[in-house]
């Protein structure tokens, strides 16, 4: 019954912008840890950049002080707005959540089906 849509997926120029959103819908009492993963052709899926509850931010080396996320709980949404984007970035998105779906419920994650990010002149 939880599901993450993700959008803001697209086509941008190298040293471009970017921004993606994920909201969740369903039965949701809590969401934990939300983040966003990215996986190249190839290569192995890796943390983008993920954000607590509490709004801590965490980010991969790759794209720490280009890579923003934040999240907006009124709205269940989590953002991710990339700048200074390199065609390294090209790969597909993946926005994961951890929901609690009840207070005796524990929290299981879930994943939004992707949105292609390519950065290319």
């Known amino acids: 019954q939880v599901q993450l849509a993700e959008s803001g997926g697209g086509l941008v120029q190298p040293g471009g912008s970017l921004t993606l959103s994920c909201t969740v819908s369903?039965?949701?009492?809590?969401?934990?840890?939300m983040g966003w993963y990215r996986q190249a052709p190839g290569q192995p899926r890796q943390l983008a950049a993920s954000?607590?509850?509490?709004?801590?931010?965490i980010y991969h080396d790759s794209t720490k002080g280009r890579f923003t996320i934040s999240r907006d709980d009124a709205a269940k949404t989590v953002h991710l707005q990339m700048n200074s984007l390199k065609p390294e970035d090209t790969a597909v998105y993946y926005c994961?959540?951890?929901?609690?779906?009840?207070?005796?419920?524990?929290?299981?994650?879930?994943w939004g089906r992707g949105t292609q990010v390519t950065v290319s002149s």
């Open positions: 369903g039965k949701i009492w809590f969401i934990g840890d």
């Open positions: 954000i607590e509850s509490t709004g801590r931010a």
């Open positions: 994961n959540a951890v929901v609690r779906e009840s207070f005796s419920d524990h929290g299981r994650d879930y």
